[in-house]
């Protein structure tokens, strides 16, 4: 089925480690975006990329880093992981924008718990 | 990003019940998308508003973009037990980012 997959659902991890978390999507969207879920707060944007080689920070950006070698590719790096990062990270993809569709479609997620 | 507050935080639901739900910003948006997430998974987009005033149906939902352009509500009708989850409005802005809600986790009465 066409969609975003992300990989892995769960992750823990220990302070000061590195990981990267994966986001594919099959429908060839230019736009794609790494948001965080934390409660109450809702969903925040990490980084996002408007097209392969394009990145740019969104709100709460520090501690990761993210490229776009690809389409279909952005994946989300943690460079030193902290307590701070523990969360439910989404990716999120978006068609042409003259479509008027301006829906983005969310991965599954992964749940991160950083110890 | 843009600070968007939505109410209620949550809501207990009784099959048959109607419910609502609003979100308010400080600053103007171009569209307002209303999602729905269920546990373990990612939000689902439910309805998109592109005009101030419009006010668009889905099955039992209904959702408007209010006419200053800050504000936006969604409506369940007749709400059965699916409709538990959480619910986010978001704001697009000019840039296309989009801004999330805190959501509003709607929950079954016992």
């Known amino acids: 089925n066409a969609g975003v997959t992300q990989t892995p659902k769960f992750q823990v991890l220990k302070t000061g480690q590195s990981m990267t978390l994966q986001c594919a999507q099959d429908?060839?969207?230019?736009?794609m975006s790494w948001y965080r879920q934390d409660p109450g707060m809702g969903l925040r944007l990490i980084h996002y990329?408007?097209?392969?080689?394009?990145?740019d920070q969104g709100e709460v950006p520090n501690g990761y880093n993210v490229s776009r070698s690809t389409t279909e590719d952005f994946p989300l790096r943690l460079l030193s992981a902290a307590p701070s990062q523990t969360s439910v990270y989404f990716c999120?993809?978006?068609?042409?924008?003259?479509?008027?569709?301006?829906?983005?479609?969310f991965g599954s997620g992964t749940r991160l718990t950083v110890v | 990003g843009q600070q968007l507050n939505q109410s209620p935080q949550s809501m207990f639901i009784q099959e048959g019940e109607d419910v609502s739900m609003n979100c308010t910003s400080s600053?103007?948006?171009?569209?307002w998308l209303w999602y729905k997430q269920d546990p373990g998974e990612g939000p689902v987009l439910l309805i998109a508003?592109?005009?101030?005033?419009e006010l668009t149906s889905n099955g039992r939902l209904t959702a408007q973009f209010g006419i200053t352009r800050k504000d936006s509500f969604l409506n369940i009708s007749a709400s059965i037990p699916s409709d538990v989850g959480i619910y986010f409005c978001?704001?697009?802005?000019?840039?296309?980012?989009?801004?999330f809600g805190a959501g509003t986790t709607v929950t079954v009465r016992a």
């Open positions: 978001a704001g697009r802005s000019n840039d296309y980012k989009l801004s």
């Open positions: 508003l592109y005009k101030a005033g």
């Open positions: 999120a993809s978006r068609g042409p924008v003259y479509r008027a569709n301006y829906g983005y479609t």
């Open positions: 429908m060839n969207h230019e736009y």
């Open positions: 600053s103007i948006f171009n569209t």
């Open positions: 990329s408007v097209g392969a080689g394009i990145t």
